[in-house]
């Protein structure tokens, strides 16, 4: 069985973990440590970064949108839509998504690495505003929930998990339709709800 090397704070692995859910595909889940350089990731996925796949051959895949391209492949197109307009929706909602994501971490890891008074504000308020722009562009026109979803919506479930755990309270302001979104999401895939970030 393929091997999942995650963090269940990470949404880049809750997106992944939520694709293979969603595909029908089991994966033997094993939660890292980044910041110990395990040497279990460090052999997979020199950057050291995750989620990596470790194939049942012992070759891994790493980037979250590799991942899911992989998971789409083998699932027989369950992730992205054959019809090439419906699939670049699809890719373009993921790459949003995850942008969203790389603005966050980065905010996370400038407060998190650096003493109080080497923080870097300017920094700080240049990535918050692309976060804000792309979820207002997000909250004006959410993603349809159809019965058959996306990697795209997927995506964007687990940035909002995201920034629900590291930035709660702050993102929702002035954002009901993505927030209710996120609710119905929810409701309608329950299964899944267990691989949002936490």
């Excluded at 809750?14 to 440590?33: D, N, W």
Aim: proline residues 8%; contains cysteine; glycine residues 6%.
């Amino acid at each position: 069985m393929p091997k999942l090397l995650y963090a269940s704070a990470s949404p880049y692995s809750s997106k992944v973990r939520m694709a293979a859910a969603y595909a029908g595909i089991a994966l033997h889940e094993v939660p890292v440590k980044t910041e110990d350089r395990p040497a279990e990731l460090i052999g997979a996925n020199p950057l050291g970064k995750i989620p990596v796949l470790v194939l049942d051959d012992g070759r891994s895949v790493h980037d979250s949108r590799a991942i899911t391209q992989h998971l789409n492949r083998i699932s027989k197109n369950v992730l992205f839509p054959r019809n090439p307009d419906k699939r670049l929706e699809a890719e373009v909602l993921e790459a949003l998504a995850d942008g969203i994501c790389d603005c966050a971490l980065s905010m996370v890891y400038e407060r998190r690495t650096r003493p109080e008074e080497m923080v870097y504000q300017p920094w700080l308020d240049r990535q918050w505003a692309k976060i804000t722009a792309a979820l207002d562009l997000l909250n004006a026109n959410p993603p349809k929930l159809p019965k058959k979803i996306t990697a795209g919506q997927l995506a964007l479930r687990a940035c909002l998990g995201y920034l629900s755990l590291r930035f709660g309270g702050r993102w929702e302001k002035g954002r009901g339709r993505l927030t209710r979104w996120a609710a119905r999401f929810d409701e309608k895939f329950p299964e899944l709800k267990s691989a949002v970030p936490a």
